[in-house]
């Protein structure tokens, strides 16, 4: 329900349809209509008592039928209970309008002392990009060319990595927090903002909150002083237009820099695609999935991760050029399923999502300069989200004096202590 409640316009007119709205008069609007019409007629008061204890009786069949499941229902009575319906959806909208009027209150972390080695992440937080689609992960269609070359040219580090959760909120307080399971401490951005840190926050995308960073930009607005943008404007480029600009700016400052992307949010895979990255095809265009060939939809899908390979190139080209030691970490925030076992989207509780929802890619590159005083870790063993706070962390605090809020373990970068 927290999703529903946060879904903004723009993705609401993504999910509608001809076919939802003709289901809506179909089984909504015209049942409604004949029920209203119908005259009420006073019944025999033994109709009432009569449907009162058929349904005692068959409540009591059905407890003794699923006897031996009571154990396990009460076990997991916390968890099911949200997923009962039709009590799910009253009783979680109440328990997410509550959190607005009885917010727990954030703690501060302990301060940590940064040091001065001028580095410039770019922490690149994707949405609903699967590990499987990518041709850098084995896929056998060209999705990441520009990454692949890269690749091939060791310039690149490949985790295989899972997502906490299956959506976005839940996830970008993993990614950002410094414990996922006690995120009543203030996260990551907040964190660094509060040490001294430069922390700009590009954003395409929702599902941010508790964030204090030096500065916060959606992506109109950043490029209104964008002569020639209105190409770009819709999609995720728009958020690279201040970045050669950052570099040049706060070359002498330590400096993390967010961006949120649109990335392969669905239904409507297309819009995510300016026309020329459109290659794929022929590509599902209707917000109604089901309705779409697999291979339309595989394509459309695809579409975006293609595209998001020319912005990572694009962002990597200009670390490249930097004159700081400069690092791009990119994830996904969760995966996505495209009608495998008859699942779209995502957001299916992770104990029993499919793989495809929480299978992420994780990608990390660092420049020459960055390279002099940190290494990037190679393993195969999976990781998850929660290693992002530490392993930035890592990058900007004076590891002589370490927070104790930093935990090396679940760092992926090893660093040499100044």
């Given at each position: 329900?927290?999703?529903?409640?946060?879904?903004?316009?723009?993705?609401?007119?993504?999910?509608?349809?001809?076919?939802?709205?003709?289901?809506?008069?179909?089984?909504?609007?015209?049942?409604?209509?004949?029920?209203?019409?119908?005259?009420?007629?006073?019944?025999?008061?033994?109709?009432?008592?009569?449907?009162?204890?058929?349904?005692?009786?068959?409540?009591?069949?059905?407890?003794?039928?699923?006897?031996?499941?009571?154990?396990?229902?009460?076990?997991?009575?916390?968890?099911?209970?949200?997923?009962?319906?039709?009590?799910?959806?009253?009783?979680?909208?109440?328990?997410?309008?509550a959190l607005k009027f009885f917010t727990p209150t954030i703690k501060p972390l302990p301060l940590f002392s940064p040091n001065h080695s001028h580095s410039f992440v770019v922490l690149v937080i994707g949405e609903s990009a699967r590990k499987h689609n990518y041709a850098l992960y084995g896929y056998q269609k060209p999705t990441t060319p520009r990454l692949s070359k890269r690749l091939e040219n060791h310039e690149l580090t490949l985790f295989n990595a899972t997502s906490c959760a299956t959506y976005t909120t839940a996830s970008l307080e993993c990614i950002l927090d410094s414990s996922f399971k006690n995120n009543a401490y203030e996260n990551l951005p907040t964190y660094l903002t509060k040490a001294g840190i430069k922390v700009f926050w590009y954003s395409a995308n929702d599902g941010e909150k508790n964030v204090k960073v030096t500065s916060y930009r959606k992506n109109y607005e950043l490029i209104q002083k964008c002569p020639n943008c209105e190409a770009i404007a819709p999609y995720d480029e728009s958020l690279l237009y201040n970045l050669p600009d950052l570099l040049k700016e706060h070359s002498n400052e330590n400096v993390l820099l967010i961006l949120h992307l649109a990335g392969s949010h669905g239904p409507n895979y297309d819009n995510k695609v300016p026309l020329n990255f459109r290659v794929f095809k022929p590509y599902c265009s209707s917000a109604d999935l089901s309705s779409c060939s697999k291979e339309s939809l595989i394509n459309a899908y695809d579409n975006t991760i293609f595209y998001n390979d020319y912005l990572l190139d694009k962002i990597i080209s200009m670390l490249e050029k930097a004159k700081q030691p400069a690092l791009m970490i990119y994830l996904s925030d969760h995966g996505e399923s495209l009608g495998e076992g008859a699942?779209?989207?995502?957001?299916?509780?992770?104990?029993?999502?499919?793989?495809?929802?929480?299978?992420?890619?994780?990608?990390?590159?660092?420049?020459?300069?960055?390279?002099?005083?940190?290494?990037?870790?190679?393993?195969?063993?999976?990781?998850?989200?929660?290693?992002?706070?530490?392993?930035?962390?890592?990058?900007?605090?004076?590891?002589?004096?370490?927070?104790?809020?930093?935990?090396?373990?679940?760092?992926?970068?090893?660093?040499?202590?100044?």
């Open positions: 329900m927290g999703n529903v409640l946060n879904t903004n316009t723009h993705e609401l007119l993504g999910f509608l349809s001809v076919k939802l709205f003709v289901f809506i008069v179909v089984f909504g609007v015209l049942p409604g209509y004949i029920i209203y019409k119908i005259p009420l007629k006073n019944s025999s008061k033994k109709v009432p008592f009569l449907a009162i204890l058929a349904l005692v009786f068959i409540f009591i069949a059905s407890a003794l039928a699923n006897a031996k499941n009571w154990l396990w229902f009460d076990k997991h009575a916390k968890f099911i209970g949200g997923l009962i319906l039709p009590f799910a959806y009253s009783v979680n909208a109440f328990r997410v309008s699942y779209y989207l995502h957001g299916i509780p992770k104990s029993i999502a499919p793989k495809e929802q929480y299978e992420i890619p994780f990608i990390v590159y660092a420049n020459d300069l960055f390279k002099e005083e940190h290494s990037i870790i190679q393993t195969q063993t999976p990781i998850n989200q929660n290693t992002i706070f530490h392993s930035v962390l890592g990058v900007f605090e004076d590891l002589k004096n370490p927070s104790v809020v930093y935990r090396p373990s679940l760092d992926l970068l090893k660093h040499k202590k100044e």
